[in-house]
Protein backbone atom coordinates (compact mmCIF):
# COMPACT_ATOMS: atom_id res chain seq x y z
CA UNK A 1 0.00 0.00 0.00
CA UNK A 2 3.11 2.48 1.16
CA UNK A 3 4.84 1.82 -2.19
CA UNK A 4 1.66 2.54 -4.28
CA UNK A 5 0.81 6.07 -2.12
CA UNK A 6 4.18 6.46 -2.80
CA UNK A 7 4.11 5.91 -6.41
CA UNK A 8 1.30 8.39 -6.74
CA UNK A 9 2.83 10.99 -5.36
CA UNK A 10 5.86 10.49 -7.42
CA UNK A 11 2.99 10.51 -10.58
CA UNK A 12 1.48 13.68 -9.59
CA UNK A 13 4.80 15.47 -8.67
CA UNK A 14 5.76 15.04 -12.54
CA UNK A 15 2.36 15.44 -13.54
CA UNK A 16 2.56 18.53 -11.96
CA UNK A 17 6.08 19.65 -13.46
CA UNK A 18 4.64 18.50 -17.24
CA UNK A 19 1.43 20.78 -16.69
CA UNK A 20 3.92 24.06 -16.16
CA UNK A 21 5.40 23.03 -19.31
CA UNK A 22 2.39 21.69 -20.95
CA UNK A 23 0.51 24.87 -20.66
CA UNK A 24 2.53 26.98 -22.16
CA UNK A 25 3.30 24.66 -25.35
CA UNK A 26 -0.88 24.10 -25.56
CA UNK A 27 -1.83 27.60 -26.04
CA UNK A 28 1.12 28.66 -28.18
CA UNK A 29 0.01 25.75 -30.30
CA UNK A 30 -3.79 26.47 -30.06
CA UNK A 31 -3.18 30.36 -30.53
CA UNK A 32 -0.99 30.38 -33.36
CA UNK A 33 -0.92 26.55 -34.73
CA UNK A 34 3.12 26.52 -33.35
CA UNK A 35 4.45 23.01 -32.52
CA UNK A 36 7.25 24.68 -30.58
CA UNK A 37 9.70 21.94 -30.59
CA UNK A 38 12.45 24.53 -28.85
CA UNK A 39 10.21 24.65 -25.49
CA UNK A 40 11.93 21.60 -23.66
CA UNK A 41 15.16 23.42 -24.51
CA UNK A 42 13.55 26.89 -23.15
CA UNK A 43 13.12 24.66 -20.25
CA UNK A 44 16.45 23.42 -19.39
CA UNK A 45 17.74 26.97 -20.37
CA UNK A 46 16.15 28.16 -17.42
CA UNK A 47 17.14 25.41 -15.43
CA UNK A 48 20.63 26.04 -15.97
CA UNK A 49 20.01 29.72 -15.42
CA UNK A 50 18.96 29.15 -12.46
CA UNK A 51 21.62 26.52 -11.73
CA UNK A 52 23.87 29.41 -11.87
CA UNK A 53 22.21 31.94 -9.82
CA UNK A 54 21.73 29.89 -6.88
CA UNK A 55 25.14 28.90 -7.11
CA UNK A 56 26.37 32.14 -6.70
CA UNK A 57 23.39 33.88 -4.50
CA UNK A 58 22.26 31.01 -2.74
CA UNK A 59 18.80 32.17 -3.22
CA UNK A 60 16.29 29.63 -4.66
CA UNK A 61 13.36 32.49 -5.66
CA UNK A 62 16.04 34.69 -7.44
CA UNK A 63 17.17 31.64 -9.30
CA UNK A 64 13.40 30.79 -10.65
CA UNK A 65 13.06 34.62 -11.34
CA UNK A 66 16.13 34.55 -13.40
CA UNK A 67 15.40 31.25 -15.12
CA UNK A 68 11.63 32.43 -15.91
CA UNK A 69 13.11 35.72 -17.42
CA UNK A 70 15.70 34.30 -19.22
CA UNK A 71 13.99 31.76 -20.76
CA UNK A 72 11.08 34.33 -21.50
CA UNK A 73 13.47 37.02 -23.30
CA UNK A 74 14.63 34.21 -25.32
CA UNK A 75 11.23 32.70 -26.61
CA UNK A 76 10.48 36.44 -27.64
CA UNK A 77 13.46 36.92 -29.53
CA UNK A 78 13.17 33.60 -31.26
CA UNK A 79 9.54 34.52 -32.06
CA UNK A 80 10.15 38.15 -32.92
CA UNK A 81 12.97 37.05 -35.20
CA UNK A 82 11.44 34.01 -37.19
CA UNK A 83 7.68 35.64 -37.10
CA UNK A 84 7.29 34.87 -40.79
CA UNK A 85 8.63 31.26 -40.75
CA UNK A 86 6.97 30.54 -37.91
CA UNK A 87 3.69 31.16 -39.25
CA UNK A 88 4.00 29.32 -42.59
CA UNK A 89 4.23 25.92 -43.83
CA UNK A 90 4.22 22.57 -41.19
CA UNK A 91 7.22 21.43 -42.24
CA UNK A 92 9.34 25.05 -41.78
CA UNK A 93 7.97 25.56 -38.26
CA UNK A 94 8.59 22.19 -36.78
CA UNK A 95 12.64 21.81 -38.80
CA UNK A 96 13.08 26.02 -37.11
CA UNK A 97 12.06 24.91 -33.92
CA UNK A 98 13.80 21.65 -33.95
CA UNK A 99 16.88 23.78 -35.44
CA UNK A 100 16.61 26.13 -32.80
CA UNK A 101 16.19 23.11 -29.98
CA UNK A 102 19.84 21.66 -31.07
CA UNK A 103 21.35 24.85 -31.46
CA UNK A 104 20.38 26.18 -27.69
CA UNK A 105 21.27 22.47 -27.12
CA UNK A 106 24.89 22.59 -27.93
CA UNK A 107 25.17 25.57 -26.65
CA UNK A 108 24.12 25.07 -23.16
CA UNK A 109 26.58 22.12 -23.61
CA UNK A 110 29.21 24.48 -24.21
CA UNK A 111 28.40 26.38 -21.18
CA UNK A 112 27.80 24.12 -18.40
CA UNK A 113 29.43 20.77 -19.11
CA UNK A 114 27.94 17.41 -19.79
CA UNK A 115 27.85 16.42 -16.23
CA UNK A 116 24.47 16.22 -14.73
CA UNK A 117 23.59 18.97 -11.77
CA UNK A 118 21.06 19.68 -9.31
CA UNK A 119 19.61 22.30 -8.04
CA UNK A 120 18.93 22.50 -3.64
CA UNK A 121 15.51 22.83 -2.87
CA UNK A 122 14.86 26.19 -0.57
CA UNK A 123 15.34 25.68 2.75
CA UNK A 124 11.93 25.98 4.05
CA UNK A 125 10.81 23.24 2.12
CA UNK A 126 13.57 20.91 3.06
CA UNK A 127 11.91 18.45 5.42
CA UNK A 128 10.25 15.47 4.93
CA UNK A 129 6.64 15.26 6.39
CA UNK A 130 4.40 12.56 6.64
CA UNK A 131 1.53 12.15 4.52
CA UNK A 132 -1.06 9.61 4.50
CA UNK A 133 1.03 7.01 6.89
CA UNK A 134 4.03 7.74 4.38
CA UNK A 135 7.14 10.03 4.51
CA UNK A 136 7.37 12.21 1.63
CA UNK A 137 9.94 15.38 0.76
CA UNK A 138 7.85 18.40 1.36
CA UNK A 139 9.28 20.18 -1.53
CA UNK A 140 7.63 17.44 -3.75
CA UNK A 141 4.25 18.12 -1.71
CA UNK A 142 4.54 22.31 -2.54
CA UNK A 143 5.17 21.41 -6.51
CA UNK A 144 1.57 19.06 -5.90
CA UNK A 145 -0.06 22.24 -4.60
CA UNK A 146 1.03 25.01 -6.43
CA UNK A 147 0.13 23.03 -9.79
CA UNK A 148 -3.14 22.89 -8.15
CA UNK A 149 -3.08 26.64 -7.64
CA UNK A 150 -1.38 27.54 -11.09
CA UNK A 151 -3.87 25.65 -12.56
CA UNK A 152 -7.19 27.32 -11.05
CA UNK A 153 -5.16 30.48 -11.01
CA UNK A 154 -4.79 30.32 -15.18
CA UNK A 155 -8.37 28.82 -15.48
CA UNK A 156 -9.88 32.06 -13.91
CA UNK A 157 -7.73 34.08 -16.60
CA UNK A 158 -8.55 32.30 -19.31
CA UNK A 159 -12.13 32.18 -18.66
CA UNK A 160 -13.19 35.57 -16.20
CA UNK A 161 -10.86 38.03 -17.22
CA UNK A 162 -10.69 40.32 -19.82
CA UNK A 163 -7.48 39.84 -21.06
CA UNK A 164 -8.00 36.05 -20.89
CA UNK A 165 -10.87 37.02 -23.65
CA UNK A 166 -8.85 38.94 -25.70
CA UNK A 167 -6.61 35.78 -26.25
CA UNK A 168 -9.82 33.58 -26.76
CA UNK A 169 -11.13 35.79 -29.51
CA UNK A 170 -7.33 36.01 -31.00
CA UNK A 171 -8.02 31.88 -31.27
CA UNK A 172 -11.20 31.77 -32.22
CA UNK A 173 -10.88 34.26 -35.15
CA UNK A 174 -7.65 36.31 -35.75
CA UNK A 175 -8.68 38.70 -38.17
CA UNK A 176 -12.34 39.45 -36.40
CA UNK A 177 -10.36 40.25 -33.47
CA UNK A 178 -8.14 42.33 -35.08
CA UNK A 179 -10.63 44.01 -36.98
CA UNK A 180 -12.54 44.81 -33.15
CA UNK A 181 -9.19 46.73 -32.63
CA UNK A 182 -6.96 44.24 -30.78
CA UNK A 183 -3.35 44.00 -31.71
CA UNK A 184 -3.04 40.38 -32.45
CA UNK A 185 0.47 40.45 -32.69
CA UNK A 186 0.84 42.08 -29.30
CA UNK A 187 -1.29 38.79 -27.91
CA UNK A 188 0.79 36.54 -29.94
CA UNK A 189 4.10 37.75 -28.76
CA UNK A 190 3.27 38.11 -25.38
CA UNK A 191 1.45 34.18 -24.91
CA UNK A 192 4.66 33.35 -26.63
CA UNK A 193 7.11 34.65 -24.18
CA UNK A 194 4.66 34.03 -21.20
CA UNK A 195 4.79 30.35 -22.40
CA UNK A 196 8.73 30.31 -22.81
CA UNK A 197 8.93 32.10 -19.49
CA UNK A 198 7.00 29.29 -17.98
CA UNK A 199 8.84 26.92 -19.48
CA UNK A 200 11.71 28.27 -17.77
CA UNK A 201 10.05 28.90 -14.35
CA UNK A 202 9.46 25.21 -14.42
CA UNK A 203 12.92 24.07 -15.54
CA UNK A 204 14.28 25.55 -11.74
CA UNK A 205 11.46 24.41 -10.02
CA UNK A 206 11.86 20.73 -11.63
CA UNK A 207 16.12 21.11 -10.82
CA UNK A 208 15.74 19.59 -7.63
CA UNK A 209 13.52 16.62 -8.49
CA UNK A 210 14.60 16.31 -11.81
CA UNK A 211 17.98 17.58 -11.98
CA UNK A 212 19.40 19.18 -14.89
CA UNK A 213 21.34 18.07 -17.71
CA UNK A 214 21.58 17.87 -21.34
CA UNK A 215 18.93 15.92 -22.75
CA UNK A 216 16.35 16.59 -20.23
CA UNK A 217 15.27 19.21 -22.88
CA UNK A 218 14.03 16.62 -25.52
CA UNK A 219 12.57 14.23 -22.75
CA UNK A 220 10.47 16.81 -21.18
CA UNK A 221 9.37 17.90 -24.76
CA UNK A 222 8.16 14.48 -26.02
CA UNK A 223 6.45 14.27 -22.77
CA UNK A 224 4.62 17.91 -22.91
CA UNK A 225 3.92 16.52 -27.13
CA UNK A 226 1.75 13.89 -25.49
CA UNK A 227 0.16 15.98 -23.04
CA UNK A 228 -1.11 18.54 -25.51
CA UNK A 229 -2.08 14.79 -27.89
CA UNK A 230 -4.27 13.77 -25.04
CA UNK A 231 -5.36 16.93 -23.31
CA UNK A 232 -5.60 18.44 -27.14
CA UNK A 233 -4.19 21.34 -28.77
CA UNK A 234 -5.16 24.92 -26.64
CA UNK A 235 -7.06 23.56 -24.11
CA UNK A 236 -5.37 24.60 -20.41
CA UNK A 237 -8.12 21.93 -18.91
CA UNK A 238 -6.88 19.23 -21.12
CA UNK A 239 -2.80 20.34 -20.24
CA UNK A 240 -3.95 19.79 -16.62
CA UNK A 241 -5.67 16.62 -17.20
CA UNK A 242 -3.11 15.45 -19.43
CA UNK A 243 -0.39 16.39 -17.65
CA UNK A 244 -1.32 14.44 -14.82
CA UNK A 245 -2.05 11.13 -16.55
CA UNK A 246 0.90 11.34 -18.16
CA UNK A 247 2.63 11.27 -15.35
CA UNK A 248 1.26 8.79 -13.26
CA UNK A 249 1.37 6.81 -16.19
CA UNK A 250 4.88 7.02 -16.75
CA UNK A 251 5.82 6.58 -13.27
CA UNK A 252 3.70 3.39 -12.75
CA UNK A 253 4.91 2.08 -15.82
CA UNK A 254 8.34 2.42 -14.95
CA UNK A 255 7.84 1.12 -11.39
CA UNK A 256 5.59 -2.14 -12.28
CA UNK A 257 6.59 -2.83 -16.08
CA UNK A 258 10.60 -0.92 -16.49
CA UNK A 259 11.33 -3.36 -19.74
CA UNK A 260 8.29 -1.95 -21.68
CA UNK A 261 7.77 1.34 -20.18
CA UNK A 262 7.57 3.50 -23.35
CA UNK A 263 5.16 1.01 -24.35
CA UNK A 264 2.63 1.85 -21.77
CA UNK A 265 3.62 5.73 -22.26
CA UNK A 266 3.23 5.76 -26.19
CA UNK A 267 0.02 3.12 -26.12
CA UNK A 268 -2.66 5.13 -24.91
CA UNK A 269 -1.44 8.31 -26.98
CA UNK A 270 -2.23 6.59 -30.12
CA UNK A 271 -5.21 5.01 -28.29
CA UNK A 272 -6.36 8.30 -27.88
CA UNK A 273 -5.42 9.38 -30.84
CA UNK A 274 -7.52 7.21 -33.01
CA UNK A 275 -10.85 7.34 -30.66
CA UNK A 276 -10.48 11.05 -30.59
CA UNK A 277 -8.34 12.68 -32.91
CA UNK A 278 -8.75 15.73 -31.25
CA UNK A 279 -7.72 14.85 -27.54
CA UNK A 280 -9.86 14.64 -24.74
CA UNK A 281 -10.95 18.91 -24.61
CA UNK A 282 -10.13 19.19 -27.81
CA UNK A 283 -12.45 21.38 -30.41
CA UNK A 284 -12.05 21.66 -34.24
CA UNK A 285 -9.91 25.06 -34.39
CA UNK A 286 -10.52 27.75 -37.74
CA UNK A 287 -7.75 27.58 -39.74
CA UNK B 1 12.35 7.10 -68.63
CA UNK B 2 15.18 9.86 -68.80
CA UNK B 3 15.68 9.81 -64.83
CA UNK B 4 16.22 5.94 -64.77
CA UNK B 5 18.78 6.77 -67.37
CA UNK B 6 20.29 9.83 -65.18
CA UNK B 7 20.27 7.02 -62.22
CA UNK B 8 22.40 4.27 -64.38
CA UNK B 9 24.45 7.09 -65.71
CA UNK B 10 25.55 8.24 -62.20
CA UNK B 11 25.43 4.70 -60.98
CA UNK B 12 28.23 3.98 -63.68
CA UNK B 13 30.38 7.27 -62.47
CA UNK B 14 30.46 6.63 -58.95
CA UNK B 15 31.37 3.00 -60.04
CA UNK B 16 34.96 4.57 -61.01
CA UNK B 17 35.28 5.97 -57.12
CA UNK B 18 37.29 2.91 -55.75
CA UNK B 19 40.09 3.57 -58.25
CA UNK B 20 39.81 7.64 -57.16
CA UNK B 21 39.11 7.50 -53.29
CA UNK B 22 40.74 5.90 -50.39
CA UNK B 23 39.35 3.43 -48.50
CA UNK B 24 38.01 5.70 -45.74
CA UNK B 25 36.31 7.61 -48.26
CA UNK B 26 34.82 5.26 -50.09
CA UNK B 27 33.25 3.64 -46.50
CA UNK B 28 31.98 6.93 -45.50
CA UNK B 29 30.33 7.39 -49.31
CA UNK B 30 28.50 3.70 -48.76
CA UNK B 31 27.03 5.41 -45.88
CA UNK B 32 26.26 8.67 -47.87
CA UNK B 33 24.55 6.76 -50.65
CA UNK B 34 22.21 4.43 -47.66
CA UNK B 35 20.85 7.21 -45.75
CA UNK B 36 20.67 9.78 -49.24
CA UNK B 37 18.33 6.36 -50.60
CA UNK B 38 17.11 6.36 -47.45
CA UNK B 39 15.72 10.19 -48.22
CA UNK B 40 14.95 9.33 -51.42
CA UNK B 41 12.62 7.08 -50.75
CA UNK B 42 10.98 9.31 -47.69
CA UNK B 43 10.62 12.07 -50.47
CA UNK B 44 7.68 10.14 -51.78
CA UNK B 45 6.10 10.21 -48.43
CA UNK B 46 7.21 13.60 -47.58
CA UNK B 47 7.39 15.10 -50.81
CA UNK B 48 4.89 13.47 -52.73
CA UNK B 49 1.92 13.02 -50.11
CA UNK B 50 3.04 15.90 -48.19
CA UNK B 51 2.80 14.20 -44.78
CA UNK B 52 5.76 15.07 -42.12
CA UNK B 53 6.32 12.00 -40.84
CA UNK B 54 8.92 12.14 -37.79
CA UNK B 55 8.89 8.16 -37.25
CA UNK B 56 10.13 6.37 -40.71
CA UNK B 57 13.53 5.60 -38.76
CA UNK B 58 11.35 3.36 -37.19
CA UNK B 59 11.41 0.94 -40.11
CA UNK B 60 14.89 1.99 -40.84
CA UNK B 61 15.88 0.18 -37.91
CA UNK B 62 13.40 -2.53 -37.13
CA UNK B 63 14.60 -4.28 -40.46
CA UNK B 64 18.23 -4.06 -39.04
CA UNK B 65 16.86 -5.40 -35.39
CA UNK B 66 14.66 -8.48 -37.10
CA UNK B 67 18.02 -9.39 -38.80
CA UNK B 68 19.92 -8.91 -35.96
CA UNK B 69 17.97 -10.81 -33.53
CA UNK B 70 17.54 -13.46 -36.05
CA UNK B 71 20.90 -14.11 -36.29
CA UNK B 72 22.16 -14.03 -32.77
CA UNK B 73 18.77 -14.96 -31.09
CA UNK B 74 17.18 -17.63 -33.10
CA UNK B 75 20.35 -18.68 -35.23
CA UNK B 76 18.35 -17.95 -38.59
CA UNK B 77 20.96 -17.95 -41.66
CA UNK B 78 21.76 -14.86 -42.96
CA UNK B 79 19.75 -14.65 -45.88
CA UNK B 80 16.77 -15.98 -44.37
CA UNK B 81 17.46 -13.44 -41.63
CA UNK B 82 17.09 -10.61 -44.22
CA UNK B 83 13.65 -11.77 -45.50
CA UNK B 84 12.21 -11.98 -41.78
CA UNK B 85 13.96 -8.49 -40.88
CA UNK B 86 12.58 -6.69 -44.31
CA UNK B 87 8.93 -9.11 -43.04
CA UNK B 88 9.06 -6.90 -39.65
CA UNK B 89 9.25 -3.51 -41.05
CA UNK B 90 6.76 -4.08 -43.20
CA UNK B 91 3.77 -5.60 -41.09
CA UNK B 92 5.14 -2.65 -38.58
CA UNK B 93 4.36 0.03 -41.64
CA UNK B 94 1.15 -2.25 -42.08
CA UNK B 95 0.23 -1.76 -38.85
CA UNK B 96 1.52 1.67 -38.54
CA UNK B 97 0.28 2.99 -41.65
CA UNK B 98 -3.62 3.32 -41.86
CA UNK B 99 -3.88 4.64 -38.36
CA UNK B 100 -1.47 7.04 -39.47
CA UNK B 101 -2.66 8.27 -42.41
CA UNK B 102 -5.99 9.61 -41.00
CA UNK B 103 -4.49 12.50 -39.44
CA UNK B 104 -3.02 15.53 -41.11
CA UNK B 105 0.19 17.67 -40.67
CA UNK B 106 1.08 18.21 -37.19
CA UNK B 107 -1.04 15.38 -35.89
CA UNK B 108 0.31 13.18 -37.87
CA UNK B 109 4.06 14.14 -37.20
CA UNK B 110 2.80 13.41 -33.35
CA UNK B 111 1.05 10.01 -34.24
CA UNK B 112 4.45 9.27 -36.70
CA UNK B 113 6.00 10.71 -33.39
CA UNK B 114 4.67 7.92 -31.03
CA UNK B 115 4.89 4.89 -33.73
CA UNK B 116 8.84 5.68 -33.35
CA UNK B 117 8.75 5.88 -29.83
CA UNK B 118 6.82 3.31 -28.88
CA UNK B 119 9.06 1.08 -31.53
CA UNK B 120 12.37 2.40 -30.00
CA UNK B 121 11.25 2.24 -26.47
CA UNK B 122 10.81 -1.55 -26.52
CA UNK B 123 14.42 -1.64 -28.45
CA UNK B 124 16.25 0.70 -25.48
CA UNK B 125 14.15 -1.00 -22.17
CA UNK B 126 13.44 -4.37 -23.21
CA UNK B 127 17.25 -5.01 -22.65
CA UNK B 128 16.96 -8.60 -21.93
CA UNK B 129 15.84 -9.19 -25.56
CA UNK B 130 17.18 -6.39 -27.74
CA UNK B 131 20.12 -5.68 -25.33
CA UNK B 132 18.83 -2.10 -24.89
CA UNK B 133 21.19 0.68 -25.25
CA UNK B 134 24.32 -1.87 -25.80
CA UNK B 135 22.87 -2.66 -29.20
CA UNK B 136 23.88 -5.65 -30.91
CA UNK B 137 27.37 -6.26 -32.16
CA UNK B 138 28.69 -8.85 -34.65
CA UNK B 139 26.13 -9.09 -37.63
CA UNK B 140 28.21 -10.80 -39.80
CA UNK B 141 27.70 -9.92 -43.89
CA UNK B 142 25.84 -12.42 -46.39
CA UNK B 143 27.96 -14.39 -49.03
CA UNK B 144 27.00 -12.85 -52.30
CA UNK B 145 28.46 -13.12 -55.96
CA UNK B 146 31.34 -11.36 -54.68
CA UNK B 147 33.02 -10.91 -51.82
CA UNK B 148 31.77 -7.98 -49.88
CA UNK B 149 33.68 -8.33 -46.82
CA UNK B 150 36.03 -5.79 -47.97
CA UNK B 151 34.94 -2.16 -48.32
CA UNK B 152 35.34 -2.18 -52.21
CA UNK B 153 33.36 -5.06 -52.27
CA UNK B 154 30.44 -4.03 -49.98
CA UNK B 155 30.80 -0.63 -51.97
CA UNK B 156 29.62 -2.09 -54.57
CA UNK B 157 26.80 -4.20 -53.32
CA UNK B 158 25.35 -0.88 -51.30
CA UNK B 159 25.44 0.78 -54.78
CA UNK B 160 23.74 -2.01 -57.04
CA UNK B 161 21.09 -2.06 -54.56
CA UNK B 162 20.72 1.50 -54.28
CA UNK B 163 20.45 1.70 -58.34
CA UNK B 164 17.67 -0.81 -58.20
CA UNK B 165 15.50 0.55 -55.45
CA UNK B 166 16.10 4.45 -57.18
CA UNK B 167 14.92 2.74 -60.27
CA UNK B 168 11.96 1.49 -58.69
CA UNK B 169 11.17 4.42 -56.94
CA UNK B 170 11.41 6.93 -60.13
CA UNK B 171 8.82 4.35 -61.86
CA UNK B 172 6.81 4.05 -58.61
CA UNK B 173 6.82 8.04 -58.81
CA UNK B 174 5.70 8.57 -62.42
CA UNK B 175 3.33 5.67 -62.21
CA UNK B 176 -0.42 6.55 -62.16
CA UNK B 177 -0.59 6.01 -58.42
CA UNK B 178 2.62 8.39 -57.88
CA UNK B 179 1.28 11.00 -59.89
CA UNK B 180 -1.91 10.91 -58.03
CA UNK B 181 -0.37 11.20 -55.02
CA UNK B 182 0.35 14.69 -56.12
CA UNK B 183 -2.95 15.13 -56.62
CA UNK B 184 -4.00 14.12 -53.20
CA UNK B 185 -1.54 16.52 -52.01
CA UNK B 186 -2.66 19.76 -53.81
CA UNK B 187 -6.46 19.17 -53.22
CA UNK B 188 -7.88 15.65 -51.36
CA UNK B 189 -11.56 16.48 -51.61
CA UNK B 190 -11.34 17.16 -55.49
CA UNK B 191 -9.23 13.77 -55.89
CA UNK B 192 -12.17 12.43 -53.46
CA UNK B 193 -14.24 13.79 -55.50
CA UNK B 194 -12.93 12.47 -58.43
CA UNK B 195 -13.39 9.01 -57.06
CA UNK B 196 -9.93 7.76 -55.65
CA UNK B 197 -9.74 6.22 -52.17
CA UNK B 198 -7.90 9.46 -49.96
CA UNK B 199 -6.16 7.19 -47.39
CA UNK B 200 -5.67 3.97 -49.69
CA UNK B 201 -3.14 6.66 -51.43
CA UNK B 202 -1.94 7.72 -48.08
CA UNK B 203 -1.31 4.46 -46.95
CA UNK B 204 0.08 3.45 -50.40
CA UNK B 205 3.05 6.47 -49.75
CA UNK B 206 3.23 5.64 -46.01
CA UNK B 207 4.37 1.93 -47.10
CA UNK B 208 6.40 2.37 -49.82
CA UNK B 209 8.40 4.72 -48.20
CA UNK B 210 8.69 2.47 -45.13
CA UNK B 211 10.04 -0.48 -47.35
CA UNK B 212 12.62 1.94 -49.30
CA UNK B 213 13.61 2.63 -45.63
CA UNK B 214 13.32 -1.29 -44.53
CA UNK B 215 16.52 -1.72 -47.17
CA UNK B 216 18.61 0.95 -46.91
CA UNK B 217 18.07 -0.28 -42.74
CA UNK B 218 19.37 -3.90 -44.30
CA UNK B 219 22.03 -2.50 -46.20
CA UNK B 220 22.98 -0.20 -43.15
CA UNK B 221 23.29 -3.20 -40.46
CA UNK B 222 25.82 -4.85 -42.87
CA UNK B 223 27.66 -1.92 -43.52
CA UNK B 224 28.11 -1.46 -39.18
CA UNK B 225 27.74 -5.12 -38.45
CA UNK B 226 26.08 -3.34 -35.15
CA UNK B 227 22.43 -2.60 -34.68
CA UNK B 228 21.31 -0.12 -31.73
CA UNK B 229 18.60 1.95 -30.61
CA UNK B 230 20.09 4.84 -32.24
CA UNK B 231 19.12 3.82 -36.01
CA UNK B 232 15.50 4.24 -35.07
CA UNK B 233 16.07 7.27 -33.11
CA UNK B 234 13.45 10.02 -33.61
CA UNK B 235 16.57 12.49 -34.36
CA UNK B 236 17.49 10.24 -37.38
CA UNK B 237 13.94 10.71 -38.24
CA UNK B 238 14.27 14.39 -37.84
CA UNK B 239 17.51 14.31 -40.07
CA UNK B 240 15.96 12.68 -42.92
CA UNK B 241 12.98 14.77 -42.86
CA UNK B 242 15.78 17.61 -43.15
CA UNK B 243 17.06 16.08 -46.14
CA UNK B 244 13.87 15.68 -48.10
CA UNK B 245 12.97 19.48 -47.57
CA UNK B 246 16.31 21.09 -47.89
CA UNK B 247 16.84 18.94 -50.76
CA UNK B 248 13.67 20.17 -52.09
CA UNK B 249 10.69 18.05 -52.12
CA UNK B 250 9.51 16.34 -55.52
CA UNK B 251 12.81 16.32 -56.97
CA UNK B 252 13.88 12.66 -55.60
CA UNK B 253 17.33 14.18 -56.55
CA UNK B 254 17.52 16.58 -54.18
CA UNK B 255 16.15 14.71 -50.75
CA UNK B 256 19.45 12.00 -52.27
CA UNK B 257 21.81 15.08 -52.33
CA UNK B 258 20.76 16.47 -49.18
CA UNK B 259 20.98 12.72 -47.47
CA UNK B 260 24.62 11.94 -48.54
CA UNK B 261 25.94 15.64 -48.02
CA UNK B 262 24.61 15.81 -44.52
CA UNK B 263 26.38 12.30 -43.61
CA UNK B 264 29.62 13.57 -44.91
CA UNK B 265 29.46 16.88 -43.49
CA UNK B 266 28.50 14.95 -39.93
CA UNK B 267 31.38 12.79 -40.10
CA UNK B 268 34.14 15.84 -41.40
CA UNK B 269 32.76 17.97 -38.47
CA UNK B 270 32.78 15.59 -35.67
CA UNK B 271 36.52 14.43 -36.13
CA UNK B 272 37.09 18.31 -35.84
CA UNK B 273 34.44 20.03 -33.40
CA UNK B 274 32.36 19.19 -30.96
CA UNK B 275 29.62 21.82 -31.57
CA UNK B 276 28.57 19.30 -34.59
CA UNK B 277 24.55 19.59 -33.42
CA UNK B 278 25.16 23.44 -33.26
CA UNK B 279 25.89 22.84 -37.08
CA UNK B 280 22.98 20.90 -37.57
CA UNK B 281 20.33 22.81 -35.93
CA UNK B 282 21.69 26.04 -38.01
CA UNK B 283 21.20 24.09 -41.25
CA UNK B 284 17.84 23.56 -40.38
CA UNK B 285 17.46 27.16 -39.77
CA UNK B 286 19.05 28.14 -42.00
CA UNK B 287 17.57 26.00 -44.78
CA UNK B 288 14.18 26.46 -43.92
CA UNK B 289 14.51 30.81 -43.51
CA UNK B 290 16.51 31.29 -46.68
CA UNK B 291 15.70 28.27 -48.84
CA UNK B 292 12.64 27.33 -48.83
CA UNK B 293 12.06 25.58 -52.22
CA UNK B 294 15.53 23.48 -51.12
CA UNK B 295 18.77 23.10 -53.34
CA UNK B 296 16.35 21.35 -56.32
CA UNK B 297 14.72 25.08 -56.54
CA UNK B 298 17.93 26.63 -57.22
CA UNK B 299 18.46 24.23 -60.21
CA UNK B 300 16.28 26.45 -62.59
CA UNK B 301 17.61 29.25 -61.48
CA UNK B 302 21.19 28.34 -62.45
CA UNK B 303 20.03 27.04 -65.66
CA UNK B 304 18.29 30.25 -66.67
CA UNK B 305 21.13 31.91 -65.52
CA UNK B 306 23.33 29.77 -67.90
CA UNK B 307 21.12 30.30 -71.29
CA UNK B 308 20.98 33.99 -70.26
CA UNK B 309 25.06 33.53 -70.49
CA UNK B 310 25.45 31.53 -73.48
CA UNK B 311 22.60 33.53 -75.54
CA UNK B 312 23.95 36.60 -74.39
CA UNK B 313 21.87 39.82 -75.14
CA UNK B 314 20.93 38.73 -79.28
CA UNK B 315 17.53 37.00 -78.08
CA UNK B 316 16.41 39.51 -75.63
Known amino acids: MRFWIFQLLNGLTTGALLFFVASGLTV ?23 LSVQHFTGNFFLAALAGAATSGLMGLLLQQTFTRTLLGSTFNQVLLTLG ?38 SYRLFLIVLAFAAGLALWVFWERSTLGAVVR ?63 GIGSLNGAFVGSMMVGLID ?34 LPE | ?95 FGPLAVRMRGLAFLTITLAFGQLT ?94 AMYGILNVFYNKFIGPGSLSWQLSAQMLLSVVVGGPVSLWGPFLAGSGIVILKTMLIGTTQRWPMVLGLLYVVSVVFLPGGIASLLPKVRARFEKMFRGRVTE
Not at chain 1, 28 to 50: K, T
Not at chain 1, 188 to 209: C, H
Not at chain 2, 52 to 72: K, N, W
Not at chain 2, 194 to 208: C, E, W
Request: aromatic share 12%.
Open chain 1, 28 to 50: VFGLMRILNLSHGALFLLGGYVG
Open chain 1, 100 to 137: IAFILNNGMLAIWGGLPQKLKTPDFLSESISVFGVTYP
Open chain 1, 169 to 231: SCVDDREMAAAMGIRVDLVFASVFAIGASMAGLTGVLGGPVLGVYIGLDFEVLLLAVVVVVIG
Open chain 1, 251 to 284: TFGKASFPEISYFTLFAPVILILLLRPLGLFGRI
Open chain 2, 1 to 95: MKRVLIVIAVGFLLAVLPFIVSGYWLGLITQAVILGGFAMGLDLLVGFARMPSIGHSTFFGLSGYGVALAVTRFDVAIWPAVGIGLLLSLIAALL
Open chain 2, 120 to 213: WGLTTRWSSFTNGENGIPGISRPSFLWDIETVVGYFYFTLLIAIAISIFIIIFAESPVGISLLGVRNSDTRMSALGYNIHSRRTIAFVVAAAVG
